[in-house]
C-alpha cells in the first residue's frame, strides 16, 4: 500500500500547505499542489469541518480499514500511511482536468461529495491515502459529484453540507413521522445534524440527551424541544406517558384487554384486528437514534428503551462491542444501522440549508487554520462548548475561536 499521499497526481515545482496525519501524529507539511485527473476538478479550500471520524481513525484506522477490507474496500486509511483528512469541505473552482464539462466557472463556490475515482478504483477522499482531503489549501473532486451553492449560500453555512446529509440520511432510514417521539442520544456533530433534520421535517417531539452541558445548550438550539441531562434523568421518561410499552407483562396485558373487547363484538374479531393494523392500531414507540459511538451504549438503550422502539444505530463504534440478543428480542426492537448518504439527500441538504430549511449555524462552534489543527482535536476529544471545530487554510489561528 502506499506510504505517502503520493499516489495522488501532483503539479511538480508547487506547493501547498497541508495537515496530514501518520502513526496518530498530526503535523503542518508542504505537499505538491494536486493535479486533477480526468473528469476531475481542483477546488482552493475555504472550509473544511472536523468530523468525528477523523477523531477516531486517528488512533483507530487500522479496525475500521480491516472491517471495510472484510466488505470489498482495502483502500482505507492504515495508521502508518501519511494521509491528508477532511471531507467536509467548501472551496471555490481552482482548475479542470482533461475530460470535463467545464460549466462551473473558476473562482465560483462548491461543495462536493467526498468520492473520488483513481483508476478503476473508488476512495473516501480524505480517509484514503489515495485521496488526500480537505486538511489542505487545495483538494481534488469529481466533477459529476460538485454542485454549486444555490440561493447566495455562505460558505460558512455550506460547509456544514456533508455532516448535515449523514443526518438527513440517518433521519429518512428511520421513517420517523411528524407524529413520532424522536429521542436523540448523544448530543455531538451527529446528534446535532440529525436533531437538525427532525425539527426541518416537522417532528413535533424531539428529545435530546448527553451529560454534557455545553452540548445539551447546542441540541436546544438545533430546535430539541426536549433537553435532558442522562445523569439525572431518562431520556426515555422525559416525553411523559405517550402511551409506550415499557415492560412485557403490559404487552401482555395490552393484547388480553385488546381480545376481551373485541371478542363480543358483532362482527369477526380478526376483521377489526386486520382493518386496526392497516390504520396504524400497532403498539406506540418511539424513535430512538444512537448518536455516540461507544461500547455499551447500544446495549444500554436496547435495555432501557420502551418495547416496540426503532433504534437507528448513526453512532460509528470502533471497537468491538456487545449486545444482548435475547432482551432485543423479548422487547421487538426493531434495530436500523446507517452510514453516508446518497448523492440526491447531499443535494437536497444543500438546498435545505440555502432555502433556510435547517437551523444549523450552531453546530459550527469554531474555527482554526492550517497551524490549529492538533489544539483543535485535542479541543473536540473533550466535550465541551464546542461541537464542530472548522478548518480555515487562510488562516493562521493556532488555537480554536468562536465562530
Known sequence: RPSTPASCPHEQGNAMKAVTC???DLQLVDLPDPRPGPGQVVINVLGCGICGSDLHVRHNADAEADVLAEIGYD??????????????????????????????????PVVAVPLIRRADEMHAIGLSAAAPGGYAEQVVVEESLMFTLPNGLSPKLAVLTEPL??????????????????IVIGCGPVGLAVICMLKAQGVAAVVASDFSDG?????????ADIVVDPGGESPYEAPGDRGFLRSLPAAVGLAIGTMEKLRPMPVPWQ??????????GKPKHPVIFECVGVPGILDGIIASAPLYSRVVVAGVCMEPDTIRPMMAVNKEIDLRFVMGYTP???????????????RAAPIATGTVGLPGVAAAFDTLAAPGK???????????????TAS
Not at 84 to 101: D, I, K, N, S
Open 165 to 182: 446529509a449523514v443526518g438527513r440520511h440517518a433521519v429518512r432510514r428511520a421513517e420517523v413521522r411528524r407524529s413520532d417521539v424522536a
Open 215 to 223: 452540548r445539551r445548550q447546542l441540541a436546544a438550539a438545533c430546535g
Open 344 to 358: 440526491l439527500e447531499f443535494s437536497d441538504t444543500l438546498h435545505m440549508l440555502a432555502e433556510g430549511k435547517v
Open 22 to 24: 501518520q502513526n496518530s
Open 271 to 280: 376483521h377489526v384486528w386486520r382493518i386496526g393494523e392497516k390504520l396504524g
Open 386 to 400: 464546542h461541537a464542530k471545530i472548522i478548518i480555515e487554510p487562510a488562516g493562521s489561528a493556532t488555537e480554536p
Open 75 to 108: 483502500g482505507f486509511m492504515r495508521s502508518d500511511q501519511q494521509v491528508v483528512l477532511g471531507h467536509e469541505f467548501v472551496g471555490q473552482v481552482a482548475g479542470y482536468g482533461p475530460g470535463t464539462r467545464r460549466k462551473i466557472a473558476t473562482g465560483t
